[in-house]
């Protein structure tokens, strides 16, 4: 019978105090698991030197962290969302329906993506091109279309090593994905002629024929981490797998990475431009919430400021490239601009 | 087994008159060797899981025992008035200005002085390359000594702060001279550094009690993660799971197994019950994100939310059991109560359910065994994040954000650094050994207080 009284209880308190939490005081945020050691580096020095509460970082993906933006205004609907890409506009359209009606877009800098294989393996200096005869379905051999042939990078390109083609690559709902076939796949395409000579063959979307990858098992799609892509190409010394740079520079000790068009990947060599696949990182702010949410102005402040994301900022220490227009961001964050129509 | 009492084998034996016990026909010698064959493959099996189990926990003790052990080192910081309080007003507010960033500097000074004191050379390295041998957790812990009391400005303090994450693997054997030099987080310099540190006394490897109490970290300071927060947000959610599914699940099972009338609808709920035990915990999440989050208006990464969820989960196997241990009493208990004039109710509750405890708080502890141990509906209700604030005492803190241990687990195993490997698999000793201790206690409550008829 105590039970009853225990349950009552607690289903008391529990009523009075969910009028009393509703008051949320700490920032949410969630999305891209790239953004997330970014994030969480900014939420940590955040929490330590303001008298805000550490804000919540959520990972789960680009996609996931917009979608929940958009899911509409209110304490239980959070208010920064981390994404590796653009956001889309079916999700504007999407938060726009719920009444979410301005949105900050801030760009906090690049993230490069690299290519690095085991370390007491050879060393690779790729092109694009390379990446597409590799790993493409088909490729054009004597000026037909032909399946891939390829079995080892020799076979790609002479000068490349004769090692087996085995590439571990981020599965297909990761936002690095996409920017591996936009800057790696369909400009490889492009540059060894395949895209021509599938336009030729009068394919009806010729990127999205060159993007059809080879199904023969020497391109494997990595749904995880990049902690899974590290075990496997541990595990298959011939792996070359696709990383961030923050990732390959906490493990330069097991990874040796390969050259894209002669540039080796590195936060200086990237904020040039010279280094070709790179993407910028962004988080989405929901600015009805910037005066109901204690700190989260701060917070968002504090994140574009050059303590953090400057270029001698623990952000860039940690892999990301800083942004050079990172003035302009912290005007916009300042007067809270909210992002225009996508062009 | 048929071979035995299929008498048309009698007749067939019967002809060679000459069997006997000491000299084995044909068929028993295949009779027997079927039996040592089963034997065989029953011990293969049993070697084979105890073979599999050994080889996961001496792995997980492999890398994470040392999780339970930190560098430190020791030295003496000037809070220099100069940096700290420009002013001189020992104004708490303005000190407060003075972000982590300010406190680096003091730190790295007073690492290359007391260095000096103990005459230790820097040996080529810059003041800047010492300084990263101190984890980037310190200057918060300075920032916060400093903030606690302001009048501390101008004293020399001695501290301990921890040591970067990779000269901690250094002296734990996950960082070599040989990986360093290819790593470009720390160099081999460094590390002969960190020797002479150590030999001079300044950089000691202790228990980390820490690792149990303080909050997660970011990734650029493994060293400083712990699963206080973890810790603390399995525990509410375990205080809400008892609460909730202990009474509802036993007070279901007596009105079921007691009071119900046996019809179609009350076996058509037995049967949704035990489905119910056997739906992936996954769906729970998603039903506990639909109407706890998006219906009633719970917030996002409260352990209230987790606790109603697992509960939800837990109740089938409570009241599985609790069905169980209620039949198991004889009816004759039962009906002697009755007999003496008791109520149904009376009968039940002085009499049945006393007896059915020891099997109601066993099935209780295995649920929330496995409560405790469940992360894929955390996963979308937002407990799997970085939390670094530690939920305030109940009632409130159930309602603040808060992350839990398995969820930890997986959160580690995520990060780039490899520091946090070691960091995870402390985290899954601390889990089994909270799962080990409630299973023991479960298996001693049946041992000592079962009674069976």
């Known amino acids: 019978m105590s039970y009853i009284k225990v349950t009552a209880s607690a289903l008391a308190i529990a009523a009075v105090s969910a009028t009393s939490a509703a008051a949320r005081d700490n920032v949410q945020i969630a999305g891209s698991s790239t953004v997330l050691p970014y994030a969480s580096i900014v939420a940590e020095a955040f ?35 981390n994404s590796s890409s653009r956001i889309k506009q079916s999700d504007i359209d999407l938060c726009a329906q719920n009444g979410v009606t301005e949105i900050q877009e801030v760009r906090i800098g690049y993230d490069g993506i690299v290519f690095a294989s085991d370390i007491n393996g050879p060393s690779f200096a790729f092109t694009p091109a390379d990446w597409h005869a590799a790993l493409a379905a088909k490729v054009v051999k004597d000026g037909q279309l032909v399946d891939n042939p390829n079995k080892t990078w020799a076979d790609v390109r002479a000068d490349l090593p004769a090692q087996d083609i085995l590439a571990f690559i981020p599965g297909t709902k990761h936002g690095t994905r996409e920017v591996f076939d936009e800057k790696v796949i369909i400009a490889g395409c492009e540059e060894n002629g395949t895209l021509a ?39 298959n010394k011939n792996g070359i797998g696709v990383f961030g740079l923050s990732f390959y520079q906490n493990n330069t000790d097991k990874l040796q990475v390969a050259t894209m068009n002669g540039v080796v990947p590195s936060v200086e060599s990237i904020a040039k431009g010279e280094y070709p696949v790179s993407r910028p990182l962004y988080f989405y702010v929901k600015n009805a919430h910037l005066d109901v949410i204690p700190g989260m102005q701060e917070y968002i402040e504090f994140f574009v400021s050059d303590d953090m994301a400057g270029p001698d900022g623990p952000l860039a220490a940690y892999g990301l490239v800083s942004d050079p227009e990172l003035a302009k961001t912290q005007e916009m964050v300042r007067n809270r601009t909210p992002m225009g129509p996508l062009n | 087994m048929t071979d ?56 997980i003790l492999f890398n994470g025992a040392s999780s339970f052990r930190q560098t430190f080192i020791t030295l003496d910081v000037y809070l220099d008035p100069a940096k700290l309080d420009k002013a001189g007003t020992r104004d708490p507010e303005a000190i407060s200005k003075v972000t982590t960033f300010g406190y680096a500097p003091l730190l790295q000074k007073g690492l290359v002085d007391t260095m000096a004191a103990q005459g230790i050379a820097l040996d080529g390295l810059t003041a800047k ?30 501290f301990d702060v921890l040591a970067a994450g990779r000269i901690d693997g250094y002296f734990k054997g996950r960082v070599t001279m040989e990986s360093a030099a290819l790593d470009r987080n720390v160099s ?24 149990f109490t303080a909050p997660d970290a970011s990734d650029t300071r493994p060293e400083a993660a712990g699963l206080g927060v973890a810790i603390l947000g399995s525990a509410y959610m375990m205080l809400v799971v008892l ?20 019809n179609r609808f009350t076996d058509l709920i037995e049967v949704n019950i035990s489905n119910l035990a056997a739906v992936p915990s996954i769906v729970f999440g998603i039903l506990g994100l639909a109407v706890f989050i998006n219906f009633a208006g719970l917030p996002q990464s409260a352990p209230i939310v987790g606790g ?11 009241i599985i059991a609790t069905r169980a241990s209620l039949k198991a009493v004889p009816p004759s208990i039962r009906d002697a109560a009755l007999g003496v004039g008791a109520s149904k109710m009376q009968s039940v509750f002085h009499h049945v359910l006393p007896l059915a405890m020891p099997g109601i708080l066993t099935g209780t502890i295995i649920g929330l065994a496995q409560a405790l141990g469940e992360t894929a509906p955390l996963l979308l209700i937002g407990m799997v994040a ?37 960091r995870a698999s402390g985290a899954i000793i601390v889990l089994l050994v909270f799962l080990v201790i409630m299973n023991a206690i479960a298996i001693i409550l049946r041992r000592r207080f079962e009674r069976r008829w």
């Not at chain 1, 000579?197 to 995880?224: F, K, N, P, Y």
């Not at chain 2, 069997?19 to 084995?24: D, F, N």
């Not at chain 2, 010698?29 to 011990?43: D, I, T, V």
């Not at chain 2, 609460?243 to 046996?262: D, N, R, T, W």
């Open chain 1, 47 to 81: 929490g330590e030197n303001f008298d805000f509460p550490t804000p919540v970082v959520e990972s789960g993906g680009s996609g996931a962290g917009r979608k929940k933006l958009c899911e509409g205004v209110g304490e239980n609907t959070i208010d920064i969302a």
């Open chain 1, 197 to 235: 000579a599938h336009e030729a063959a009068g394919a009806e979307d010729a990127e999205d024929a060159c993007m059809q990858l080879r199904t023969d098992g020497v391109s494997i799609d990595i749904d995880g981490d990049y902690t899974e892509t590290l075990a496997r190409v541990d595990a």
């Open chain 2, 4 to 59: 035995a009492t299929d008498p048309s084998a009698q007749p067939a034996a019967a002809p060679q008159r000459r069997s006997s016990l000491l000299q084995l026909d044909e068929r028993t010698r295949r009779r027997n060797a079927a039996e040592a064959r089963f034997r065989l493959m029953g011990l293969i099996a049993v070697t084979i899981g105890i073979l599999a189990v050994i080889g996961l926990i001496s792995s």
């Open chain 2, 129 to 158: 390359q010492a300084a990263e041998l101190i984890s980037k957790e310190a200057p918060a812990q300075l920032r916060r000594y400093v903030m606690a009391d302001v009048s501390r400005i101008g004293q020399t303090v001695t």
């Open chain 2, 188 to 211: 081999p310099e460094q590390l002969m550094l960190a020797d002479r540190l150590k030999e001079a006394g300044m950089l000691r490897t202790k228990f980390n009690l820490d690792f």
């Open chain 2, 243 to 262: 609460v909730l599914a202990l009474p509802l699940g036993v007070a279901a099972s007596i009105y079921l197994e007691e009071f119900a009338p046996k």
């Open chain 2, 308 to 318: 109603l969820v697992l509960t939800l989960m837990t109740l089938p196997t409570i």
């Open chain 2, 386 to 422: 970085f939390v670094r604030e530690y939920p305030s005492g109940p009632p409130d803190g159930f309602f603040e954000p808060a992350a839990a241990l398995p969820v930890q687990v997986y959160n580690w195993t995520q990060r780039g650094d490899p520091a946090f490997v070691e």
